[in-house]
């Protein structure tokens, strides 16, 4: 196992280009099962869970294989329908071939995921939503079989909150259905339209993107698809965020800044410039002139479904604030275990209190944090241990960085050439808390 130890203090500048979006290659790399034949995806980012996708979709019978960030996916003869405790307890997002595997087999046995560090993840509106469908579920050995009797007919499916793979497991099991689906109350999450995007594609007739109601008139069948994954709008947030914090010039290329209205309006509060391109951001921390860097306002956040704040830049946006001129209250509103980070960022001196579902933060001058040994928990509260070690003075090591590299591809690489004193080294002792 690596850790990453990171020289703080110094400001990044330069220019980054942003990889495909885990959370949209996931589910669109899942939906190639839906149609028989050669799909080619392009932009899919090499990370641990993209190489665990392509494990799952093999087990099931397809064939993938990567040049670069091309990924082609032959599902014209799958040989099974389970996907196996083992690779799911590694990726929870492997639910999301239940939805095209009952819309093209009629039946699915997927292990039930558990929780993780950031809470319970509960996927019981996928399950009540297939219901709506006409299939029968069933929990047994840790395992959901889904299968139906006769056929898929389309439903009414409302989902109580807006669940972003709920969304997505919806539409692949509905786009082959007798009749239309109507899903309400749906995720909005920009993720979500390029799956869409790319099932019409295939064939479907799935309309509402980017709205809350989506409406799937099934067709009789769908063909294999060449399209593109959309840039990784979490991780440019994440280096945007990296650049507020470290002070200094960075642009990111190859985004699309409307995926990221609220963290542009929420960075700007904080006083640091941001310019927008058709397809690139640029943060630039105002110069204080003399007596260093200006300070950072402090600004209050709450974690929404898109459009609002998202749950996935909470923890890089708290690194942020622990160096702001005042104090911040940010509320996790979407999962309820959200601030393992907390620990960890109070370890390098950043004062936090956490109240229920909020944590209140009280900036402190950068001279008054300092580096220190600290352990990732989850994959964004390791971005943000990242944020706040470039942005303090002194030597900070991370270790289990193996949550990073779920993530973000070429993390370091890419911190590296902004010129973050930044690398990775074998960890010694595998021990640490339990
Ligand atoms: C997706 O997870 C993302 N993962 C998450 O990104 C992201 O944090 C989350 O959406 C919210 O934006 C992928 O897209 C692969 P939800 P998902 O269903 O779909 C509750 C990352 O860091 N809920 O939108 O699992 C749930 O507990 C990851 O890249 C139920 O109660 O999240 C949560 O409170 C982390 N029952 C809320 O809804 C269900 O059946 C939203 O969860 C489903 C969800």
């Known amino acids: ?69 091309i990924v082609r996916i032959d599902t014209t003869s799958l040989t099974g329908a389970e996907a ?12 999301l071939v239940l939805g095209p595997l009952i819309a093209r087999t009629g039946y699915a046995r997927v292990s039930l995921p558990g ?11 996928h399950l009540r939503g297939f219901e709506q469908l006409g299939v029968i579920t069933t929990l047994a050995e840790g395992y ?55 099932l019409n594609a295939m064939g479907a007739d799935i309309e509402g993107r980017d709205s809350d109601r989506l409406t799937v008139r099934g067709v009789e069948r769908l063909r294999p698809v060449e399209t593109e994954i959309i840039p990784d709008r979490i991780e440019v947030g994440t280096f945007l965020i990296a650049a507020a914090a470290t002070g200094g010039e960075v642009t990111v290329a190859g985004c699309v800044p409307g995926h990221l209205p609220a963290l542009i309006e929420k960075l700007r509060s904080t006083g640091v410039d941001i310019g927008e391109t058709g397809d690139s951001l640029t943060v630039r921390r105002k110069d204080a002139g003399a007596g260093g860097r200006p300070a950072l306002k402090s600004v209050d956040i709450r974690t929404m479904p898109y459009p ?58 950068r001279e008054e944090l300092c580096g220190a040994p600290v352990m990732a928990t989850d994959l964004r509260a390791s971005a943000s241990l990242v944020i706040a070690g470039l942005s303090v003075p002194g030597t900070t ?13 070429n993390m370091v690489d890419k911190l590296r050439e902004l010129g973050a004193a930044i690398r990775t080294e074998r960890e010694e002792n595998q021990a640490g808390a339990t």
């Open 397 to 409: 090591e991370i270790s289990r960085v193996y949550h990073l590299e779920r993530g973000y591809e």
């Open 144 to 198: 959901v079989e889904a299968s139906v009797d006769t056929v898929l007919k389309g439903n009414v499916v409302y989902f109580d909150t807006p669940s972003v793979t709920g969304t997505e497991n919806l539409i692949t099991a509905s786009v082959l259905c007798r009749g239309t689906t109507v899903i309400k109350n749906a995720a909005r999450e920009p993720e979500v339209g390029n799956l869409i995007d790319m």
């Open 1 to 69: 196992m690596d850790k990453i130890v990171i020289e703080g203090g110094r400001p990044l500048a330069g220019t980054v280009r942003a990889s495909g979006a885990k959370n949209a290659a996931l589910p669109l790399m899942a939906a190639t099962l839906v149609a028989p034949g050669s799909h080619v995806l392009h932009n899919v980012p090499d990370l641990r869970d993209t190489r665990t996708m392509l494990r799952l979709l093999e087990t099931l019978g397809a064939s993938c294989e990567r040049q670069g960030t």
């Open 308 to 365: 609002g704040f998202p749950t996935d830049l909470q923890a890089q946006f708290m690194a942020l604030m622990t160096q702001a001129d005042g104090v911040s209250v940010i509320h996790e509103t979407i999962f309820e275990n959200r601030f393992m980070h907390v620990a960890e960022l109070r370890r390098l001196g950043a004062e936090i209190k956490v109240d229920g579902s909020a944590a209140i933060v009280t900036g402190r001058r």
């Open 84 to 95: 196996p405790y083992e690779l799911v307890k590694t990726m929870r997002a492997s639910v």
């Open 115 to 125: 929780g993780c560090a950031i809470g319970a993840r509960p996927i019981d509106y």
